[in-house]
């Protein structure tokens, strides 16, 4: 695992694991991790899986699992999303890394995470918030590295990539990057869209300017509100 990754027990509420339950995963980079600040700090009626003592907690922010110690997305959309069973999350977003980083120093432990989870529930839904360590070389490499992304994650697994609806929201905006690579990597992002019938692309995140971000990257309570709020209306689209 990253030797940032959030794993303070202190305020955090162990429970059973549970069985039969929808999973949901967050994956991607600090805009995905505990790098925000929310309005929501909690919600208990959900829980977030840490993996590093293959327990589970009571959700609240800063989630296990993900590197950065601000706040997270993941409690927000817990908090939206509809449901009349407790939902697992899954958090193992890792600020600054890339696609290929992921490829290459993350995929494998979160393949080996749902090998564990999903002896026993369903993954339903995969949230990917990344993009913003891209640059116009690596974005020509998108597609052909999302493709070795999906196949990683899903190796071995019982559940297959098509039966999964996986998100990928249009992350790219961090402060005063050279802005070159946009039309690539959006490019890149429209062929996995096509490509793929399970995958929903997600404009609001690039759509959302400084006054949603509290350091013209990271989103602020605003921010984290609306896209939340966007992510919760697809995954309510199917029943957990």
């Not at 026993?120 to 949230?127: S, W």
């Amino acid at each position: 695992f990253h030797p940032s990754i959030y794993s303070n027990l202190n305020n955090k509420i162990k429970k059973e694991c549970p069985i039969k339950s929808s999973v949901i995963v967050i994956i991607g980079q600090s805009n995905g991790a505990n790098y925000g600040k929310s309005y929501i700090f909690e919600n208990k009626d959900n829980l977030n899986y840490n993996p590093i003592d293959d327990m589970c907690y009571e959700l609240s922010e800063p989630v296990l699992g993900a590197t950065g110690s601000l706040d997270s997305i993941t409690s927000s959309i817990g908090k939206k999303i509809k449901s009349t069973k407790t939902v697992l999350f899954i958090n193992t977003s890792v600020g600054g890394s890339s696609i290929k980083d992921w490829n290459e120093l993350y995929v494998k432990n979160l393949n080996t995470i749902l090998k564990k989870v999903l002896d026993k529930n369903f993954l339903k839904t995969i949230i990917w918030i990344q993009g913003e360590a891209e640059d116009h070389m690596s974005s020509t490499k998108y597609y052909e590295n999302f493709l070795i992304l999906k196949n990683s994650i899903f190796k071995d697994l019982k559940v297959k990539f098509k039966e999964v609806d996986f998100i990928i929201t249009k992350s790219t905006y961090c402060g005063e990057k050279e802005k070159s690579h946009l039309r690539e990597i959006n490019r890149q992002r429209e062929l996995i869209k096509k490509q793929f019938s399970n995958v929903k692309l997600l404009e609001i995140t690039d759509n959302l300017n400084n006054s949603y971000r509290y350091d013209n990257c990271h989103f602020n309570r605003e921010g984290i509100e609306i896209i939340s709020t966007e992510i919760a209306k697809i995954i309510n689209l199917n029943k957990l």
